[in-house]
């Protein structure tokens, strides 16, 4: 459910009609829409209502870490689950309490945990042997206690595309499930550090629960092995990960509903409070990229409609070949089959391959849809295309929560070094 609507044949984000946005931005650009995010919040939020302690909900902030789009969630009373110091520093500026923020990722430096320990963040994630020692080692040295989890690889397959599975054996991720109880006693005896429970996230856009269920189960037995051997286990994290709808023309991932009772059901009796990492199924379907058809251009046998966005702006299609649905903003009547481009130098620069949609002209917009989760964020500039702007809508207010780079921004960081400098 989203907020991205027809309203007397013209394509609106809640109040605000498109074509108007695309006049005072200029194109390409996402958009996002506030009544979406808050929506998938509470909706989030109700799936897991009947657990007790209330979890804690970090929202990971990688899936789009623009700090207006953080402190909307914020707002919600949801956390952030971050992967790097730039995400913490984002996550706090956007006003997240640090006792609400999580940090993951499999290779924290040095600085990263200092600065984790200094900002007294909730949880630290630890995903290696080696980084539980380095941990120890500077927590120590500053005379500070570690709040840790073990991120567990519990060896599941989570049946989502290789490039974005977690969970299986041979993935960098999380510590061997068989090595987790004595790393946890282990954990429990270094200096600095204070381990409060375990963390597992097998893998993004899950369509099935039984993956999860099977990795959840794994961190259940493991949470009784260790208490068997005496030690306090307070915590456990279920990562994120639940799939969202991309594709009309296929069957709809579990709901939110459907996962909060298998959590329910499989957590019950652990007697700790969970947390959760949800990125995509928040942010994915608030957010769209608009961009204006450049050309429609008829090859040998198919016709390419060439747009403003390209690969660099929303890579997704090209790196994992996946579906985003595009649509007119103002649709005219008929049909159109056809492959939609962009003007960046690569075959792959496609986002859809003799797609249906309605016909298009030069100069008018589309919409590619569900774009709100691992867009903007992993734009680029290349062909030194600057990055696009984003812009927030709640109700009829929008604002402009990212300018556009310009090519002037990208030439500043640059510099010529001094041989080869005129006259030098
Ligand atoms: N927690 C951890 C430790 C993660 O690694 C991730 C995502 C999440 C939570 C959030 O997962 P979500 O709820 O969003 O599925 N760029 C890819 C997705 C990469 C996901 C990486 N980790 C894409 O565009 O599909």
């Known amino acids: 459910m989203h907020h991205f609507a027809l309203v007397d044949g013209v394509m609106h984000a809640e109040g605000v009609p498109l074509p108007a946005l695309a006049e005072a931005v200029g194109t390409p650009f996402y958009c996002y829409s506030a009544a979406t995010l808050a929506r998938h919040a509470q909706v989030f939020r109700a799936a897991l209502a009947h657990l007790s302690p209330p979890p804690l909900l970090a929202y990971a902030v990688k899936a789009n870490p623009n700090l207006a789009v953080i402190r909307t969630l914020a707002g919600e009373g949801y956390g952030a689950d971050v992967v790097s110091e730039g995400e913490m520093r984002r996550a706090l500026a956007a006003g997240v309490p640090p006792e609400r923020i999580i940090f993951s990722g499999v290779g924290k430096t040095a600085g990263e945990l200092e600065a984790a320990l200094c900002a007294g963040i909730y949880q630290i994630n630890v995903e290696s042997e080696e980084e539980l020692h380095a941990l120890s080692a500077i927590a120590a040295g500053l005379g500070l206690a570690a709040p840790v989890a073990l991120r567990v690889n519990p060896d599941v397959d989570a049946g989502t595309h290789a490039k974005i599975a977690t969970g299986g054996s041979e993935a960098k991720f999380g510590i061997p499930a068989e090595r987790i109880p004595a790393l946890y006693a282990e954990a429990a005896r ?14 993004s ?27 306090a286990v307070t915590r456990a994290d279920l990562g994120g990960g639940l799939g969202i709808p ?28 969970l947390a959760f990492e949800p990125g995509r199924l928040l942010v994915g379907n608030a957010g769209i990229l608009v961009s204006r058809v450049i050309r429609v251009k008829r090859g040998l046998r198919r ?64 919409a590619l849809m569900t774009a709100g989760a691992y867009g903007a964020t992993m734009a680029s500039t290349y062909n030194s295309r600057p990055l696009v702007p984003e812009v927030l809508v709640r109700g009829r207010e929008w604002a402009l929560v990212r300018e556009r780079q310009t090519v002037d921004d990208m030439l500043r960081q640059e510099h010529l070094p001094p041989w080869l400098e005129e006259g030098g």
């Open 303 to 366: 016709i390419f409609v060439v747009l403003d966005a390209a690969m660099n702006d929303l890579i997704r299609p090209t790196l994992y070949g996946v579906f985003h649905d595009i649509r007119a903003v103002v649709p005219r009547p008929g049909a159109l089959r056809a492959t939609f481009v962009g003007p960046v130098c690569e075959t792959g620069d496609q986002f859809a391959e003799d797609r249906e949609t309605t016909p298009l002209e030069p100069g008018d917009l589309v």
């Open 190 to 203: 270094l200096p600095g550090l204070v381990p409060h429970g375990l963390a597992v996230h097998i893998g």
């Open 246 to 273: 991309y594709d009309p023309a296929l069957p709809e991932p579990p709901s939110p509903e459907a996962y909060g009772a298998m959590v329910a059901r499989v957590t019950a009796g652990w007697d700790v409070r």
């Open 205 to 231: 856009q899950l369509g099935d629960l039984a993956p999860m269920e099977a990795a959840f189960s794994r961190l259940g037995a493991l949470i009784a092995e260790i208490r068997r051997a005496g030690l």
